[in-house]
């Protein structure tokens, strides 16, 4: 036998630990999670007579966001994030305008919903990071409780959901007041 074929099991410990952290990933032994990503991207105008609702908190301002449930652009976009990690139609293709059963729906529920699907399928939240896009109301106060009430709805620790605020500093529309932005880029890993 040659002598490279009659390196022990120690010895190839050993290389493995010699290995990059890359390498050391493409060893065939080593099992490792499937992990996707995914991103959301929402929009919603701003109307008198609405709560403004930002992941699960409402939040006193004069104006609220427009929309079919209660247009929560935060969780919209998170839940987004998930379903393009997940590989499926997205938030209006799943939960259509159309449908009358969901009208004011809190926007947790269907955080909660895609979870669901998301678990049945074998895959968990490493984590899942967020920004709002909105000039006024300010939004530091709020973004623990945010946090938290994400967190609760995808079945995660709090650790594992983050949330920031920007302002535009008045430019186009969300500088305006016309509406509020958010973003949210999710990982998930699956099984190995
Ligand atoms: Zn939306």
């Given at each position: 036998m040659p002598k490279s074929r009659q390196r022990s099991a120690p010895g190839r410990a050993a290389r493995a630990n010699d290995a990059t952290p890359a390498a050391r990933l493409t060893e065939t032994h080593v099992k490792r999670p499937l992990l996707r990503v995914g991103c959301g991207v929402d929009a919603h105008p701003l109307r008198p007579g609405r709560r403004l609702v930002l992941g699960g908190v409402e939040i006193p301002h004069p104006r609220g966001l427009a929309g079919?449930?209660?247009?929560?652009v935060l969780s919209h976009a998170v839940c987004d994030a998930l379903l393009g990690a997940l590989g499926l139609e997205d938030m209006g293709a799943r939960?259509?305008?159309?449908?009358?059963?969901?009208?004011?729906?809190?926007s947790l529920w269907f955080l909660e919903e895609v979870m669901r699907e998301a678990r049945t399928r074998g895959f968990e939240i490493v984590n899942v990071d967020t920004v709002i896009l909105a000039?006024?109301?300010?939004l530091q106060p709020h973004i623990a409780a945010m946090r938290k009430m994400l967190a609760a709805a995808l079945g995660v620790?709090?650790?594992s959901v983050t949330v920031k605020a920007k302002r535009?500093?008045?430019?186009g529309a969300v500088g305006r007041q016309e509406g509020i932005m958010a973003q949210a880029i999710a990982l998930l890993a699956g099984p190995t």
């Open positions: 079919h449930s209660d247009a929560d939960f259509p305008d159309s449908d009358e059963t969901l009208r004011g729906r809190p000039e006024a109301p300010r620790s709090v650790d535009l500093e008045g430019m």
